[in-house]
């Protein structure tokens, strides 16, 4: 068998434009096999199938055995990030990989096949919070509609496989908690396609802060997003669009999949401090149970130890674990050392020239998520203290305006530069350390620690810088070339990270990008 070239793209972007001239079929065991002898001249994107087999490597050869049908009329397509890994995976079907895009590469083949295997793009409907949830779930059991969540279908899959065969015209499945748990596991990623080929009469539904991840991760199936009441005109009780800004993302608001998924995500980028996350587990579900019965309002962590070595990382990290990219309500206390800095923070009192909005309650309200950072905690005052000694009792504080802020379900995150645990208790009032719920001291990082940063790092550059990335192929000796600095004696993560950057941006000069 002659090799094959495979073609890439680097984006959703790219793979649409693709999708404006050709039919593209993904892959799918048995289905692509068949599709192949039927006819050969076809299109086949295999990037959910790499992500499956990078955890499922027994699935090698019978994927292989699927593709070895193709011929010189077959496309195959991947992802730019995964290209490697197919050369790697089928050594004795492809030969190299070269961009889609590029105008020498476009090939006028690939006709649109009219057969059974494709599939037509639907809509997302959503939904916008919990009770929402709830108002659906209603609704389907009373008109015997079929629902589920993809983690409950694959779990007791035959169970649910008779439920929607059961339902002649419409089922509903929630992709929700798949959206949350598949940047941690894409290897859910084929069996949820798996799931939605077998059933047509499928409606998907979701959260609408999943929608864009949901379109990234299942283009072939999903497009665009419609609101519920579309696909169920009748639905009552669900919160109209203009009321979603005044819906915020907490821990507590999150299912046991979600949780779980929160807790791996955070675990998996936050390199080292193991203690810190076991400790700040447990705190998290005791918390959450005791909210739930009103027994605790607020979560206050401190975190302190030296500067740049991920304390303040901890709480980017929750924030964009409620909400991908989301505004994250920071104050930097080192602005906080003079006596009227309390009225910095939560306004002037009426009658004074200043800020009649403080800077605490404006970033609240700026915020989407249940988390506010307060950094540099130490140089901040006496009266400041005490403001949040009473906040953390009473999970609210009133502003200058006598306007209350209800921080219930919120976690509070302080961090300091203080060094170790004797000069905590020396510079922390002796009652406000009674009120935090998890005290910790960050511990600088080892150099295996060091090392599992940089592999995150690349990781995250590979996203955040893809069109560089598809236009270069870099082989290990240049991953390893980019490695290749002194960062045993560097503690701070971010000196490490700036580095690495330079580093970076150094590789794709040299590569002419």
């Keep these: 068998m002659s090799l094959f070239t495979l073609y890439t793209y680097s984006n959703i972007e790219e793979?649409?434009?693709?999708?404006?001239?050709?039919?593209?079929?993904?892959?799918?065991?048995?289905?692509?096999?068949?599709?192949?002898?039927?006819?050969?001249?076809?299109?086949?994107?295999?990037?959910?199938?790499?992500?499956?087999?990078?955890?499922?490597k027994d699935n090698r050869y019978p994927a292989y055995i699927n593709l070895r049908e193709m011929t010189e009329e077959t496309i195959v397509i991947v992802d730019q990030s995964l290209a490697d890994d197919v050369i790697n995976f089928f050594p004795y079907l492809f030969s190299s990989h070269v961009p889609f895009c590029h105008e020498e590469n476009k090939r006028d083949k690939c006709e649109k096949p009219q057969n059974k295997f494709t599939n037509a793009r639907q809509p997302i409907y959503t939904y916008h919070n919990v009770d929402d949830l709830t108002a659906i779930i209603a609704y389907a059991n009373?008109?015997?509609?079929?629902?589920?969540?993809?983690?409950?279908?694959?779990?007791?899959?035959?169970?649910?496989?008779?439920?929607?065969?059961?339902?002649?015209?419409?089922a509903l499945l929630d992709l929700t908690s798949t959206a949350y748990a598949i940047e941690d596991n894409k290897n859910l990623i084929y069996s949820v396609e798996l799931f939605l080929n077998q059933f047509p009469n499928i409606k998907i539904i979701a959260l609408t802060s999943q929608v864009?991840?949901?379109?990234?991760?299942?283009?072939?199936?999903?497009?665009?997003?419609?609101?519920?009441?579309?696909l169920l005109p009748d639905l009552k009780d669900v919160a109209p669009i203009e009321n979603l800004d005044d819906k915020i993302k907490k821990i507590t608001s999150l299912s046991t999949i979600e949780f779980n998924a929160f807790i791996e995500g955070f675990n998996h980028n936050l390199v080292g401090h193991e203690y810190f996350k076991d400790r700040f587990r447990y705190n998290l579900n005791n918390f959450i149970a005791l909210n739930k019965v009103k027994e605790q309002k607020v979560l206050s962590i401190f975190l302190f130890g030296a500067s740049g070595i991920g304390k303040t990382e901890v709480a980017r990290l929750i924030a964009n674990g409620l909400q991908q990219d989301s505004y994250l309500a920071k104050i930097n206390f080192q602005n906080?050392?003079?006596?009227?800095?309390?009225?910095?923070?939560?306004?002037?009192?009426?009658?004074?020239?200043?800020?009649?909005?403080?800077?605490l309650s404006d970033k609240v309200n700026k915020s989407k998520v249940g988390i506010v950072l307060c950094d540099e905690f130490e140089k901040t005052t006496r009266p400041v203290f005490s403001f949040f000694l009473e906040l953390l009792e009473e999970g609210k504080f009133t502003d200058s305006m006598a306007r209350e802020y209800d921080l219930d379900g919120y976690i509070l995150i302080f961090t300091s530069n203080i060094q170790n645990e004797s000069d905590y208790k020396k510079i922390i009032p002796l009652e406000l350390q009674t009120r935090f719920d998890l005290v910790c001291e960050f511990q600088e990082p080892s150099y295996y620690e060091k090392t599992k940063f940089l592999d995150l790092l690349l990781k995250q550059a590979e996203r955040k810088f893809a069109d560089q990335f598809s236009q270069i192929q870099m082989t290990s000796a240049e991953k390893q070339q980019l490695y290749n600095f002194d960062y045993s004696s560097l503690n701070a993560l971010r000196d490490i990270k700036r580095l690495f950057n330079n580093r970076l941006m150094d590789f794709f000069s040299s590569k002419g990008v």
């Design 336 to 359: 906080y050392s003079s006596q009227d800095s309390l009225n910095s923070l939560i306004g002037s009192p009426s009658g004074y020239i200043g800020c009649e909005h403080g800077e």
């Design 212 to 230: 864009g991840k949901i379109i990234k991760y299942f283009p072939f199936y999903v497009e665009d997003q419609k609101p519920i009441k579309d």
């Design 15 to 56: 793979l649409r434009k693709i999708q404006q001239e050709k039919e593209i079929i993904p892959f799918i065991f048995a289905e692509t096999k068949d599709l192949l002898e039927y006819d050969s001249n076809i299109c086949i994107d295999i990037s959910t199938l790499i992500h499956f087999l990078q955890i499922n």
């Design 142 to 170: 009373a008109h015997n509609i079929p629902i589920t969540t993809f983690s409950r279908a694959s779990g007791d899959l035959r169970a649910e496989l008779e439920k929607f065969n059961k339902s002649a015209e419409l």
